[in-house]
């Protein structure tokens, strides 16, 4: 058990639809990152807070946001949704900023959206 | 931007080590090796990391080569519990990891 927590763990819902994944992350960590792993693409980073603000964008689509909370829990929100958007989302959490110094992640164990 | 390659599978025979080798030729000079694998569709799990020293922790060791252009995780007595996907990075950018399609380690009974 890496200590992050994800909601939910499974989700299935239609096309055009919104969802919200949501994210906790490890006791005392202020940085939440979140990843897409589909079939052909692999493990993708979206986006990265650190204690509410925005740290780092990756490969994050314009119908995707994320936010992080006071008590630094995270949302990552997904419209208008597409069949591709099928896929397993991971958040990691780090208690640092920066990968820079040597930080690991600690990942959930995903939320699985499938679209239908 | 220092990319990883990785062999795309790999068997070993349970109880003996498993060495996954990685070649990162293009590494900067303060850029970390990380390992991490994912269990079928589990989160991916941290195992190691290091810079230049090779690194030894409970679940495995990390032998670096003197230039830093390669690396290898070695499992010491492999279980079927460590079949997975392992994969190599090296920090691409800002604070986002590299993925990559990594090497599928069997363990065979």
């Known amino acids: 058990d890496s200590g992050v927590t994800q909601t939910p763990k499974h989700l299935i819902t239609a096309t055009g639809q919104r969802v919200t994944l949501r994210c906790s992350p490890r006791s005392g960590d202020l940085s939440v990152y979140w990843y897409q792993q589909s079939l052909d693409q692999g493990l993708q980073f979206l986006i990265q807070y650190y204690n509410g603000e925005e740290r780092a964008k990756g490969n994050i689509l314009e119908r995707f946001s994320a936010q992080q909370f006071p008590d630094l829990h995270s949302e990552l929100n997904l419209s208008s949704l597409e069949l591709g958007d099928s896929a397993l989302y991971f958040c990691?959490?780090?208690?640092?900023?920066?990968?820079?110094?040597?930080?690991?992640?600690?990942f959930g164990e995903g939320s699985r959206l499938t679209v239908l | 931007d220092a990319k990883t390659t990785q062999p795309p599978s790999m068997d070993c025979a349970e109880g003996r080590a498993a060495n996954l080798p990685c070649n990162h030729s293009t590494i900067s000079g303060n850029e970390y090796v990380y390992w991490y694998r994912q269990i079928h569709s589990q989160g991916p799990q941290y195992i190691i990391h290091?810079?230049?020293n090779n690194e030894t922790n409970e679940m495995a060791s990390l032998i670096i080569t003197e230039d830093r252009k390669s690396s290898t995780l070695i499992l010491p007595h492999a279980t079927l519990r460590d079949t997975a996907v392992y994969y190599c990075?090296?920090?691409?950018?800002?604070?986002?990891?590299?993925f990559g399609t990594g090497t599928s380690l069997t363990v065979i009974p």
């Open positions: 990075i090296v920090r691409v950018g800002g604070n986002q990891f590299y």
């Open positions: 290091g810079l230049k």
């Open positions: 990691a959490s780090s208690p640092r900023d920066s990968l820079r110094m040597g930080g690991e992640l600690f």
